[in-house]
């Protein structure tokens, strides 16, 4: 009698996927024009890297962005993530949305509209390899070095930024450019309030972390007007920039402790 031996098949190891390491957040309002452009100069940068994911976040927008969103998940070929409010809740709120749904470790945002550049994203994420080692956690912030804008949004924009970085000390010389970069844990640990995105290097630093400037470039719109506008942003932005001067007053002194 001869020995035979029973094999069994061999079993492949099952393919897991990547970890994602940057989620690209975009929050947009009545952006039916822009924000499928958007996406596909979005794609073209990142192409199919597993490293990255697209979250579009359609702050309860009255127009067609919600089904220009739809038609283009059937059609792109690189797949992103849609997420809806039911009803418009402000950039801020769209923002923590974005976040708050992304699976990335490291997040990156930037406008709706198609002022910003998706090109400058890699120039981002170098300036953050650059920071390695940094003893807090990195923020990396767009500077408009050239802005495409209307001389009043110019204006006060430029007013903002120097009684904002004269009374927060902030080190950031454009805190609304919506090209940032930034660790997803540290930003879900800041306190939540409206308007809260304008005050993100404040906010950041007031926790320990690091602010970098990278100058990014910016672009006209390509359609309509901005539907995150201006209005009333002088006595609002004065309202939250007192506020933001109560917490930083307010912080807790170091609470590094041992167990015996």
Same mark, same amino acid.
């Given at each position: ?43 073209? %940068? ?13 702050? &309860? ?26 009803? /418009? ?26 002022? /910003?550049?998706? &090109? ?33 949004? *110019? ?13 927060? /000390? ?37 926790? &320990?972390?690091?602010? %970098? ?10 359609? &309509?007007?901005? /539907? ?24 807790? *002194? ?7």
């Amino acid at each position: 009698m001869s020995d035979t031996t029973q094999t069994t098949p061999q079993q492949r190891p099952v393919a897991l996927p990547e970890r994602i390491r940057y989620s690209i957040v975009v929050p947009c309002y009545n952006e039916q024009d822009s924000i499928v452009p958007l996406i596909e100069e979005i794609i073209a %940068v990142i192409g199919d890297d597993s490293a990255f994911e697209i979250v579009i976040v359609d702050d &309860g927008s009255t127009d067609q962005t919600r089904s220009r969103l739809a038609q283009a998940k059937n059609r792109l070929a690189v797949p992103f993530r849609a997420i809806v409010h039911a009803v /418009n809740c402000g950039q801020s709120a769209a923002i923590y949305s974005g976040v708050d749904a992304a699976g990335g470790e490291w997040i990156i945002t930037l406008d709706g509209d198609g002022q /910003n550049d998706p &090109g400058d994203i890699p120039n981002l994420i170098n300036t953050l390899d650059a920071t390695t080692g940094a003893t807090g956690s990195p923020i990396i912030c767009g500077h408009r070095t050239t802005r495409r804008d209307p001389w009043v949004r *110019k204006l006060s924009s430029m007013v903002a930024n120097v009684v904002r970085s004269r009374l927060l /000390n902030d080190a950031t010389p454009d805190t609304g450019c919506g090209l940032k970069l930034f660790r997803r844990d540290a930003f879900m640990r800041l306190p939540r309030f409206d308007h809260m995105h304008r005050f993100l290097p404040a906010l950041m630093l007031r926790d &320990g972390g690091v602010m %970098v400037s990278v100058a990014v470039g910016h672009r006209p719109r390509r359609t &309509g007007q901005s /539907n995150y506008g201006i209005h009333n942003r002088l006595w609002s932005g004065i309202v939250d920039l007192i506020g933001v001067m109560w917490l930083r007053r307010r912080q807790f *002194k170091s609470t590094n402790y041992e167990e015996l």
